[in-house]
């Protein structure tokens, strides 16, 4: 992680609910997140910090109710780690510039490409159409 932040530092430049999802690895509800039907050409970046984290092009419908993936935009700007909570053993997506959760990696996408489906929070992402 390059940027560190004070928890009340983060609060001030997130919203409420990004900071519940960002900070405290809360999730938004199923279908309720801005981007999970957005199907333009960009970039998502972290709500947080701005790293490039999807491309728009590896966006697919998984039917899940959160924006998937099946690859990152570039390798490292995301840290995968090991999640145990709530009784469930999972892969945790964060991002490597600020540490912020982002959702989780399954391997229920798409065969014909990664396999893998990053599941990942509308809030915990901002949308970019100029970089693609």
Not at 62 to 67: D, E, F, I, M, Q
Request: glycine share 8%.
């Amino acid at each position: 992680m390059r940027i560190k932040k004070t928890e009340e530092e983060w609060r001030k430049i997130l919203t409420p609910q990004q900071f519940e999802i960002l900070r405290n690895k809360g999730t938004e509800p199923a279908f309720t997140g801005e981007y999970v039907d957005i199907h333009e050409d960009g970039m998502y970046n972290c709500a947080a910090c701005g790293n490039p984290l999807f491309a728009s092009d590896t966006k697919f419908e998984s039917g899940t109710g959160w924006p998937s993936f099946y690859n990152v935009a570039t390798k490292g700007n995301v840290v995968l780690q090991d999640d145990n909570s709530h009784e469930m053993n999972r892969v945790e997506v964060v991002c490597a510039n600020c540490g912020s959760h982002l959702g989780h990696v399954f391997n229920d996408g798409p065969k014909d490409k990664t396999g893998l489906r990053y599941c990942v929070n509308s809030c915990a992402l901002k949308f970019n159409p100029d970089n693609k």
